[in-house]
């Protein structure tokens, strides 16, 4: 039988486990602030990065994102959108569509967006700061692609491991992504023994003990 591909098991976890792993690694990738924009699913993928910024000039230029939609080749990208600027839309319900006909998953963006109801009738999972109605049109503009961006704290490079939820953001980079996994799954186990525990009467006190915890990186080292 073939294992699981990273991503499928990536798929398995959530943003509050894959936090706890990367804490117990000393490792950056959980992000604040960036949630749903709409009631939509979970998104895991590959992230294709996007730099955005001020428009400085009036010369009229290719609409941001759109590049890097159309260069797509691949159905695991998520499209992870850094510089967005406050009170201005940076992406909306064209590129939604667009992005899902290149078999994108989806994207986070650190900004805003407009046309949510436009991303959610089609499926299109949006995770962001918030909305707003304000065009980017002769507002904000695209730098680059392919390259590391910030991303509401956390550095994220092209082909990190991106998992988003109701929770937030996570990003994990692509060097770690193994030893992430193999502790979060861990860390998944014992949890679910912990709710089992405190359903069954034990004290609550005694389940959650620092040292069930510290019990998880031991488990990792037999």
């Not at 109701?166 to 996994?181: D, N, Q």
Request: aromatic share 4%; net charge negative.
């Amino acid at each position: 039988m073939s294992q699981p591909s990273l991503l499928a098991r990536l798929q398995q976890q959530d943003s509050n486990t894959l936090s706890d792993a990367l804490d117990f690694l000393n490792l950056p990738g959980a992000s604040y602030g960036l949630r749903p924009l709409w009631d939509c699913p979970k998104l895991v993928g590959h992230a294709s990065t996007v730099q955005l910024g001020r428009k400085t000039d009036a010369a009229p230029t290719v609409h941001l994102i759109s590049p890097v939609i159309a260069a797509i080749d691949s159905t695991e990208r998520v499209l992870v959108i850094a510089g967005g600027v406050d009170g201005i839309s940076c992406w909306g319900d064209i590129l939604a569509n667009a992005a899902q006909v290149k078999g994108v998953r989806g994207t986070v963006i650190d900004g805003l967006s407009r046309d949510i109801d436009g991303s959610a009738d089609i499926g299109y999972p949006l995770y962001g700061r918030g909305v707003t109605m304000i065009s980017a049109r002769n507002r904000v503009i695209q730098l680059s692609s392919g390259q590391p961006v910030n991303m509401a704290g956390v550095q994220v490079e092209e082909g990190d491991y991106v998992l988003a939820d109701r929770c937030g953001t996570v990003f994990v980079p692509a060097a770690h992504i193994e030893t992430v996994l193999d502790l979060a799954e861990r860390i998944a186990a014992r949890q679910h023994g912990m709710v089992a525990a405190v359903r069954s009467g034990r004290s609550v006190a005694e389940v959650m003990h620092d040292r069930q915890f510290d019990a998880i990186q031991q488990e990792g080292g037999k």
